[in-house]
Structure formats: structure tokens, C-alpha cells
């Protein structure tokens, strides 16, 4: 009898309480999807000599620098790259944090000047960093291809920001071709940034957490770096690519929970898997 009765057909209401939990389950499995995607893991070492902040980034240091791509920003997968490939490097000191970044683009243009202008509007390179990995209070840092900056610190993606935060570092942008002029054929534009380890002990926001100032060997931090290239055709623009280090699985680059993750580490023993002279030939 009572083999009979669990062989029998579900009742009315077991069937609603079923569906019930399979509807609320997918939105989890969905999250679970998006968050099981692998982040990326980048090496940042430790440099005896700083890199001379002029955008070209033809310094000999660099070639101790791992290099990494920026992929299409909505492709969790991170295989997909844009027609325009975009790379960068990381190395760090006592003083600061460098960034070098290089944008292969046929048409390099901006018109935006000024701190603090709306650069989103622009081609731009941008850089987001959340010490402790909190997914609330990180910074952004953009910069477009005339070296105009924009800085804010946000509380949490749709939080509040802090327009006036400027602190002081240095940016330095160098463009392989003529800026502003559609008519001849550019090559690429580079961005180089010195980041003094103070900036990120922010007066306004504790962005810091309970990371150390500067790191140590074996810290890891979380950051993400993203690209504008908007296309254009007889001066009017047609199309952007939006890449980033670490994709967000759509159009959005206020995803803290996608930041990458940088591992600081002592200074490197050999010359990494590209040098400096080999990413500029594959620009040409």
C-alpha cells in the first residue's frame, strides 16, 4: 500500500511547490554561471629601475613585464579579441605602480579636454582597481588619446561618486600616426601611468581596505582595465569595440565582481614571453 501510494502521481500542490523552487533556482544557477567563469590572474613585478613616463614605452624595463590582451567585453569566454587588439603591462616599486597600455587603432581621435571631462565619450583607456576585492569602494582613471584625465572614486557600481577626487600622478600618451586627422593611417596609441601608492589611500573613501601600502610580494589586488575604440568613416563615428582585461559578460564596466586579479611579485628572472620590440612589430 504504501509503495502504491508513492508511485502515485504528484498532487496538485506538490507540482506548484516543484515549479515554485525551480523558478527561484534560476536566477541562482544563472548568477552561478556568470561568477564560475574564470577570472584572470596577472603577475605584476617588482622593478629595480622606473620606466620613464613619455607614452612610448620603449623603455628596456618594460621587457620585464608581463604582457596581457584585453578581449571583447561581453564574451565571458575571453577568447574573442576585437579587429583593434589592445595589450598592456603592469610593473611596481617602493613609490609606485606603473601601467603601460597599447591601443592599435587606424584612426586615433578625441576631442575631449580638461579633468574630469566625460572621456566615456572619447577613445579612452581606462583602469578600475578594488584593493581588497570587496566589490564597493574602488577607483576609475581614465585617460583618452589627448592625455586629458578623468578620476572619481564609487561607493558601489550604482552608488555614489566622488567627482572630487584629484589626486596626482602622472600620465603620458604617444601616438604612432597623427591625431585628429582622418585622412591619413594611424598605427596605434600608447598610454603610460605612475601611480604613487598614496592615491589609493583615498581621504574619501576607504578604497584601501586592509590591503598593505605598498603591497607585498604574494598581495593580490583586483582591477580591470577597459578600451573605447570608436570607429569611424569619413570623420563620422560607425561603431565601437569595447574591450576589457577581464570581461563582464555585457556593455558594463562598473562590474567589481569581474575585476581581475593582480598578483604582486618580487622582481622577474628572465625576460617575459614578449619584448617591447616584438608587440610594436605586431602593431605595424
Known amino acids: 500500500l504504501c509503495r502504491r501510494r508513492s508511485a502515485s502521481a504528484p498532487r496538485a500542490w506538490q507540482v506548484e511547490t516543484f515549479s515554485m523552487r525551480i523558478a527561484l533556482l534560476l536566477p541562482l544557477l544563472a548568477s552561478w554561471a556568470l561568477y564560475a567563469q574564470e577570472l584572470p590572474h596577472y603577475t605584476c ?3 629595480a629601475q622606473a620606466p620613464l613616463i613619455d607614452g612610448k614605452g620603449d623603455d628596456e624595463v618594460w621587457n620585464q ?3 596581457a590582451d584585453l578581449v571583447d567585453v561581453s564574451d565571458l569566454s575571453g577568447n574573442r579579441q576585437h579587429a583593434y587588439p589592445t595589450h ?7 613609490e609606485r605602480l606603473y601601467v603601460l597600455v597599447v591601443a592599435t587603432d587606424q584612426d586615433v581621435w578625441s576631442v575631449l579636454e580638461g579633468r574630469d571631462a566625460h572621456l566615456w565619450n572619447d577613445e579612452v583607456l581606462e583602469l578600475f582597481v578594488d584593493p581588497d576585492g570587496d566589490e ?3 577607483l576609475e582613471i581614465e585617460v583618452n588619446s589627448l592625455n586629458a584625465v578623468l578620476d572619481l572614486l564609487k561607493t558601489s557600481p550604482r552608488g555614489n561618486s566622488y567627482w572630487d577626487w584629484d589626486p596626482e600622478y ?3 600618451v604617444h601616438v604612432e600616426g597623427t591625431i585628429n586627422d582622418p585622412s591619413d593611417e594611424d598605427r596605434y596609441w600608447s598610454l603610460e601611468m605612475a601611480l604613487p601608492w598614496s592615491l589609493f589611500d583615498a581621504d574619501l573613501l576607504d578604497v584601501l581596505g586592509d590591503r598593505a601600502l605598498p603591497p607585498q610580494p604574494g598581495d593580490q589586488w583586483r582591477f580591470n582595465i ?9 570623420g563620422e563615428e560607425t561603431h565601437i569595440e569595447y574591450s576589457a582585461w577581464s570581461p563582464t559578460g555585457e556593455i558594463n564596466f562598473h562590474r567589481p565582481d569581474r575585476f581581475g586579479i593582480v598578483a604582486f611579485a618580487a622582481g622577474a628572472t628572465a625576460v617575459t614571453d614578449f619584448t617591447w620590440a616584438q608587440v610594436k612589430e605586431a602593431l605595424r
Do not use: G, I, K
Open 88 to 94: 598592456f603591462r603592469m610593473l611596481w616599486d617602493q
Open 226 to 234: 577597459y578600451r573605447y575604440e570608436r570607429l569611424r568613416a569619413s
Open 136 to 138: 564597493e569602494n574602488y
Open 170 to 172: 602622472l600620465t603620458a
Open 65 to 67: 613585464a608581463m604582457v
Open 45 to 47: 613585478f617588482q622593478t
